[in-house]
Structures are given as C-alpha cells and as structure tokens.
T-cell receptor, first 111, second 117 residues
Framework: DAGITQSPRHKVTETGTPVTLRCHQTENHRYMYWYRQDPGHGLRLIHYSYGVKDTDKGEVSDGYSVSRSKTEDFLLTLESATSSQTSVYFCAIAQGLDEQYFGPGTRLTVT | AQKITQTQPGMFVQEKEAVTLDCTYD???????LFWYKQPSSGEMIFLIYQGSYDQQNATEGRYSLNFQKARKSANLVISASQLGDSAMYFC??????????????FGEGTQLTVNP
C-alpha cells in the first residue's frame, strides 16, 4: 500500500472557523491531489499539486486553498468553514499520470 | 454533460459468478486514461485497474479485467468469480490529456455491488 496518511481523520468544527487538513506521504511522489466526496457526486477534485510550490485549482476550488512547501506534505485549508463544506476529504498521490493512490480520508463536519 | 456515466446504481451477483459493471465516458481528447476504484463500507478508495487510450490490449489485474471498447466509449469492469469481499461501491474515473501537471480525475457516481452467498 502507498504510504499516505491524513490528519485529522475526523473533525467537527463550527461555521466560520479556519480548518487545515494535512496529507503526508512517504513515497516521494511528485503529484498530490485533494478531492471531496459527497453523496450523489462521486469524488470531485478541489486542488492539486505537481511539485513543491506548484499547485492549481480543480473543479470545486472555491473556499479552499492549498500549500505544498515540501514534497511529502500537502495542506488543504478552509479559510472560513461553511456547512456546505461538510464532506469526506481524500488526498491522493501519484508519481506518473497513469496511477493515483488514495489516503484513508478525513470526515469533516461543519456545524 | 456527464463525462463519466455509470448507469447501474446497484448490482447484485451470486458468489462465484462473474459480473460486469458499466462505465461510459465522453471526451474529445485522443489521449486519456480510465481507472476503476473500489470503496468498501470502511471508506477507503482502492485502486483496481487502469487502461490507457492507446493501449492495444484490455487491462487485467487478477480477477479484474477492463472491457475497453473505444469506438463505443465504454470501459466496463469485469469481476470474475465474485467473492463476498467484493461487495462495495465501485467508481469509474477518467484522466484527459497527458499534461505534465498531473492526472485530474473525473469520477462517475458509482455502482453499489452486492455479492450474495
């Protein structure tokens, strides 16, 4: 299994508070991704990174920012959490374009 | 328009039988890739199989095979000799293009497979 961890695994927070989710990999893979999973929508890409300090927006990036200051860590920040951001968040990593391995997920509830 | 369509919200199969999960896709890019993932009730996403648009042969991984019909834009997952542990949600996903900035995957809504003893 690819070495990917996500922290925290569960979080409950209040509307308007900032939240940061962390994805950590031990595989030294170049690409890292953040997705969210909601009922009826499958998984949707939020942001991704193709190298240290190289990031770009995905399909549902509004309200989210990311940072990647070193290869192994990719942070997802909700600057001011809203109830619509209640979801399960998955991080994924890949070395090439023909693979993508997912972390265990973070369940975020915004009350 | 949906880029990935999985028309079967739920499927049932008897243990030890084969099952086909449907996936159709829509792209005008000549270079693309198709992925299948399994999500058991525990929630993790497990990579199963990959097929590139230029691959000449259908991909296979153990009991999983991908029935790739390019002209019909379909990439169905075939699971042979189903096991109880195959009960899960299955997602089809597509990567378009071969940009060096990465594989941005578009997912279908999934098919819930139940294997009956």
């Amino acid at each position: 299994d690819a070495g990917i961890t996500q922290s925290p695994r569960h979080k409950v927070t209040e509307t308007g508070t900032p939240v940061t989710l962390r994805c950590h990999q031990t595989e030294n893979h170049r690409y890292m991704y953040w997705y969210r999973q909601d009922p009826g929508h499958g998984l949707r890409l939020i942001h991704y990174s193709y190298g240290v300090k190289d990031t770009d927006k995905g399909e549902v990036s509004d309200g989210y920012s990311v940072s990647r200051s070193k290869t192994e860590d990719f942070l997802l920040t909700l600057e001011s959490a809203t109830s619509s951001q209640t979801s399960v968040y998955f991080c994924a990593i890949a070395q090439g374009l023909d693979e993508q391995y997912f972390g265990p997920g973070t369940r975020l509830t915004v009350t | 328009a949906q880029k990935i369509t999985q028309t079967q919200p739920g499927m049932f199969v008897q243990e030890k039988e084969a099952v086909t999960l449907d996936c159709t896709y829509d792209t005008s890019d000549p270079s693309y890739g198709l992925f299948w993932y399994k999500q058991p009730s525990s929630g993790e996403m497990i990579f199963l199989i990959y097929q590139g648009s230029y691959d000449q042969q259908n991909a296979t991984e153990g009991r999983y095979s991908l029935n790739f019909q390019k002209a019909r834009k379909s990439a169905n997952l075939v699971i042979s000799a189903s096991q109880l542990g195959d009960s899960a949600m299955y997602f089809c996903a597509m990567r378009e293009g071969r940009v060096t900035s990465g594989s941005r995957l578009t997912f279908g809504e999934g098919t819930q497979l139940t294997v009956n003893p």
